[in-house]
């Protein structure tokens, strides 16, 4: 048994505990029933409560919730333009989101999927430092698909 204060007031009946919990103005709230005896705690529940969950939503802001951004390149894509695809890409990843490269194909182009297989090769060699593949690159459709996360 251990009273508001945190002290120590040693192995005590149920109904004696419960008593001296009510004496008190307080609740009696069992806080390890696993312990052998069980140990119980004089404490205010509302306030318990309340603490609890002050100390979730507090966590709650601090965390960051992972974001999975989208670029969109072509497979016959300019040096220029992957350059600031690329940039892109490790802005988003050094935010800590998950970056989905999509790799659309029109007309003709899905004659020569190599080529999109070896740029999408290309942005995984670039971004080896600092982000993992997620998600190989995968045809869906007309579309090539990869997901990096950050490592």
């Given amino acids: 048994m251990i009273d508001d204060k945190g002290e120590n007031l040693g192995v005590m009946n149920t109904s004696e505990a419960i008593e001296r919990a009510k004496d008190v103005g307080l609740d009696l709230v069992e806080v390890s029933p696993n312990a052998q005896p069980p140990v119980a705690k004089y404490l205010d529940v509302g306030k318990f409560k309340y603490e609890a969950q002050k100390k979730a939503n507090a966590a709650r802001k601090t965390q960051k919730v992972q974001d999975v951004k989208e670029i969109k390149m072509r497979p016959n894509i300019d040096n220029h333009d992957y350059m600031v695809k690329m940039k892109n890409v490790n802005k988003f990843i050094d935010n800590g989101d ?54």
């Fill in 98 to 151: 998950k970056v989905k490269v999509t790799l659309r194909f029109r007309g003709r182009e899905m004659s020569h999927q190599q080529l999109g297989m070896q740029l999408l090769e290309r942005v995984q060699e670039d971004m080896k430092e600092t982000a993992k593949v997620e998600a190989y690159p995968k045809l869906e459709g007309r579309q090539m698909l990869m997901v990096l996360s950050p490592k």
